[in-house]
């Protein structure tokens, strides 16, 4: 851990990482087409911030970078349904399948999970199907029995495969009263172009910008582009409720990163390229699969609880990055201060503030050079 002096204690108070935020600058629906939202320019050697538009990211590029991207793709992970046999209300967010825990014949999901009832085992629920039958849960571990407080289900069928589920957008996006067109819309706009490998509860939105043009032209600078993957859950969007953000403890996410891609990394770092990290997400799979002192990523599926914030540990892995504008107080932005610098990014934040950038997963983009 890096030592603060004491004029730089403050970066480890959550209260640091509060900005104010007009509310119509959270974005609720994405630009079109993706590449033309706008783009930050941070530059961290100089301190400049200037203005353009994601299309024109490849300018800033060569063949001296290699850029990594997080191939993951959003389940339907939200369930709406009721408690059985009372009729209450129940949300859950599924998060990671757990076969380990399974029976023949049983589907078991660890995920969050909301109810006016005590979420203790034998709890049980239904949510409705397409056919007007309804898929049966039933809680195999309570919330207080994780640190995390988050719940096991266990199902007949599995609920990614019977068509009960709804892409869990962020809760500050409204689309209760949207038309049907607007949320199947959705399907498409809140994952990324390269999304493959499914897995995740929430989009690695820095992705959201990309889209074919853009990685063409990203190709014709000779710069590389490889895929990691992180499926993003808890650990990326759960807030933090401790002043001391030491204190917070990060759940769980898995991780792969294949063989080529490690050694990829490997040789492009000892060539002296550089390394640029396409969202938060991609920044902690590299930097959980780093070693400093050698200068070589390995390959592997894991799980990491990494948390980086200001004070705590560098990021060595990435060397640039593009990232979205994220909530006040979320580890994220503790993640971009820590790599940019705090005062820079306060600053960057500001600018952002003042010049109506949009805000969030449907907002608007940074990159810092």
């Not at 783009?39 to 060569?62: Q, T, W």
């Not at 990614?160 to 589920?165: F, I, K, S, T, Y």
């Amino acid at each position: 851990m890096s030592p603060l002096s004491m004029s730089d204690s403050h970066l480890r108070l959550l209260s640091s990482y509060d900005f104010e935020l007009p509310p119509e600058l959270i974005a609720q629906s994405p630009v079109v087409p993706r590449d033309h939202s706008r783009l930050l320019v941070v530059d961290r050697a100089s301190g400049k911030i200037s203005h353009r538009k994601f299309f024109e990211l490849p300018e800033f590029l060569d063949a001296n970078d290699l850029l990594v991207a997080n191939n993951t793709r959003v389940m339907r992970a939200r369930l709406l349904g009721t408690r059985e046999p009372t009729g209450g209300k129940i949300e859950m967010l599924l998060l990671q399948r757990r076969p380990e825990l399974e029976s023949p014949g049983d589907f078991c999901w660890e995920g969050a999970f909301h109810s006016a009832a005590r979420q203790t085992p034998g709890l049980l629920f239904s949510i409705p199907k397409p056919d007007g039958t309804r898929l049966e849960g039933e809680l195999i571990r309570g919330a207080s029995d994780s640190a995390s407080g988050t719940v096991v289900a266990r199902f007949k069928v599995d609920p990614l495969l019977a068509d009960v589920g709804e892409l869990p957008l962020p809760h500050y996006i409204e689309r209760k009263s949207a038309p049907a067109s607007v949320r199947e819309e959705d399907e498409r706009t809140y994952q990324t172009i390269y999304a493959s490998k499914i897995g995740s509860a929430a989009a690695p939105t820095a992705g959201l910008h990309f889209t074919t043009e853009v990685i063409g032209e990203i190709a014709k600078r000779g710069a590389r582009w490889e895929e990691v993957t992180l499926h993003v859950g808890l650990g990326t969007f759960r807030p933090v409720k401790t002043e001391e953000i030491e204190s917070h403890v990060m759940h769980e996410e898995r991780y792969a990163v294949s063989e080529k891609t490690a050694r990829s990394l490997t040789e492009h770092r000892a060539r002296g390229g550089r390394i640029l990290g396409v969202g938060t997400t991609s920044v902690r799979t590299l930097e959980s699969i780093y070693d400093p002192g050698t200068r070589t990523y390995a390959a592997g599926e894991r799980g990491t609880s990494i948390f980086i914030y200001p004070g705590g540990r560098k990021i060595e892995a990435v060397d640039r990055l593009v990232t979205n504008f994220h909530l006040p107080k979320s580890t994220l932005l503790m993640l971009v201060s820590t790599f940019a610098g705090y005062d820079l990014m306060k600053e960057a934040y500001r600018v952002a503030v003042r010049e109506r950038y949009r805000f969030f997963s449907y907002g608007d983009a940074m990159v810092i050079l």
